[in-house]
């Protein structure tokens, strides 16, 4: 049998060099920020302990499967607040209101320097899980925030310098799921009718273990591309329904994979909300992109289905604009992803209609009066704030700059609750020795913006609308965002949410500064 120390010895001699390496730097930013509670004498209304920890599932029929899991308990609140799913390595559904004063201790008992960023939420510097927070096994990190966030779809993952992939690929990763009042007064399905679906793909050798980045410098510049597809951490999932309403709550937690979601018997996809909550009014769509990091709210309606097999949830096959030599990922790839590349079509889940049921919901046509915020109020209207993403020699560059763990560049300072427009491109046809053509998913920390345009000759099918953290960028693309940056001022990241891109250093700090503060420098 192979034991959880072989594990991580799968990722191969390369990566294993690599492990020491970071290993080593960890030992310094050691903080101890989190021996002294930043809490002042205010009581949570929801306290939660997660723990990192090695552990085992029964995925297939043989052997176990090693995984790397965040396990949760309620210390205070609502039993409620965490929801465990069935059978999961995947970490538990936290579900918590706007509003309330949450505490989580984050216990580390991985074998790896770590650290939790609430992914979506805005949150003081200290509470954002950037890398330098990271602590090492059998130390404890505590948060303590409130939720200032609208109702939506966020969630929790690693984010330790160099190995956030490896980590939440190992099963580290959960949905954070915030309620409101705007969102409760419309009655959407709920309890058993809202179905969280957590969508990644994984590599299994034939002993059922994990395999990583197998295919060496290749699936380092791709990410990782997984051959089996789960949800929830389940492989072959199904959803046993009733013929009625359902809400189902999507995220692209995979390393690198693109779904191209569509329903198999040609129904529309009907989607209510993005990343950060609904939108004004739900949008049919025949499909959708989902890159990795990006969520999707969609509503289900089985009333017109029969009992037996129901739609099938799929990802359609598409082009990723990697046509010329790398052409499918076949070159130097490893046995797994050629089985499965970036763009290859394949079943996600499968809906059993398991019962007929006689109730009448009706999707509500005004979903929220959340406005987009207004170019108005962009203070850098004549010269938006452009970044060129590009893969050179293993490194993953943002503007020619990789990754430095407490460096932030003079022209990466932004004042708190200001409205900017930032520009990404992906440039296409970048084919140098090292070059890619590869999507990249960019993703912000403490900010959220609406997409204003986006060029390029991409087929199209990305999802743009409403209040977004994160944005798909296929070979060629650009796009404009106008982003509205937090209120809490610190160092924070903004990188590509391909982990393995973003390992390679395809992420910077950005500073948030308060208005005085920027009078000073
Ligand atoms: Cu979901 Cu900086 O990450
Ligand atoms: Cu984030
Ligand atoms: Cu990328």
Not at 341 to 349: D, H, L, R, T, V
Not at 416 to 426: L, M, P, V
Not at 443 to 469: C, M
């Amino acid at each position: 049998m192979i034991t959880r120390r072989q594990l991580f010895s799968l990722a191969g001699g390369a990566a294993a060099g690599l492990m020491t390496h970071s290993l080593s730097a960890w030992a310094s930013p050691f903080r101890g920020l989190n021996a002294v509670t930043p809490v002042n004498g205010v009581q949570p209304d929801v306290e939660l302990r997660l723990t990192a920890m090695p552990t085992e599932v029964s995925l297939f029929k043989g052997s176990p499967t090693a995984v790397w899991a965040y396990r949760g308990e309620v210390i205070k609140g609502r039993p409620e607040s965490l929801v465990h799913l069935k059978d999961s390595f995947l970490g538990p559904v936290i579900r918590v209101r706007k509003g309330q004063r949450i505490r989580i201790h984050f216990e580390n008992q991985i074998p790896a320097s770590s650290i939790i960023h609430w992914h979506g939420l805005h949150v003081p510097e200290e509470m954002d899980g950037h890398p330098r927070f990271a602590v090492p096994q059998g130390s404890s990190y505590l948060y303590d925030f409130e939720i200032v966030d609208r109702a939506g779809a966020y969630w929790y993952h690693p984010h330790p310098h160099g190995r956030t992939g490896h980590q939440v690929y190992g099963g580290m990763a959960g949905l954070f799921l915030v309620n409101d009042d705007e969102e409760e007064a419309l009655d959407l399905p709920s309890g058993d009718y809202e179905i969280p679906l957590v969508i990644q793909d994984r590599s299994f050798n034939m002993d059922n273990q994990l395999v990583y980045l197998a295919g060496g410098m290749m699936d380092r510049m791709t990410g990782h591309m997984g051959d089996v597809i789960l949800v929830n951490g389940r492989p072959r999932f199904t959803v046993r329904a009733a013929t009625r309403a359902y809400r189902l709550r999507l995220l692209n937690g995979s390393n690198a994979r693109v779904y191209k979601l569509a329903w198999d018997d040609g129904s529309p996809l009907t989607v209510i909300g993005g990343d950060s909550g609904l939108f004004a009014q739900p949008q049919d769509r025949p499909f959708v992109l989902l890159g990795p990091g990006e969520r999707l709210d969609v509503w289900a309606d089985f009333s017109r289905y029969s009992t037996g097999p129901g739609p099938i949830l799929v990802s359609r096959g598409f082009d990723t604009g990697a046509a010329g030599m790398m052409g499918g990922g076949r070159m130097g790839r490893g046995m797994m992803s050629r089985i499965l590349p970036n763009g290859a079509p394949f079943q996600i889940m499968k809906v059993d209609i398991a019962k007929k049921k006689k109730v009448h919901i009706r999707l509500p046509q005004r979903l929220s009066r959340q406005r987009p915020p207004s170019l108005e109020d962009a203070t850098n209207r004549r010269q938006p704030r452009r970044f060129e993403l590009s893969m050179f020699h293993m490194h993953g560059l943002i503007n020619g700059r990789s990754f430095r763990m407490n460096e932030v560049a003079e022209d990466e300072i932004v004042r708190t609750d200001a409205t900017e427009i930032w520009e990404f491109t992906n440039p296409d046809g970048q084919m140098g020795m090292m070059g890619m053509n590869v999507p990249h998913p960019m993703h912000l920390h403490g900010a959220q913006f609406h997409v204003l345009e986006r060029s390029g000759a991409y087929q199209g099918g990305h999802q743009d609308e409403g209040w977004k953290d994160t944005v798909l960028l296929m070979p060629g693309e650009r796009v404009r965002l106008l982003v509205r940056f937090g209120k809490y001022s610190g160092l924070l990241l903004y990188h590509c949410h391909n982990l393995e891109h973003g390992d390679a250093g395809m992420m910077r700090n950005y500073l948030l500064k308060a208005d005085q503060e920027m009078k000073i420098i």
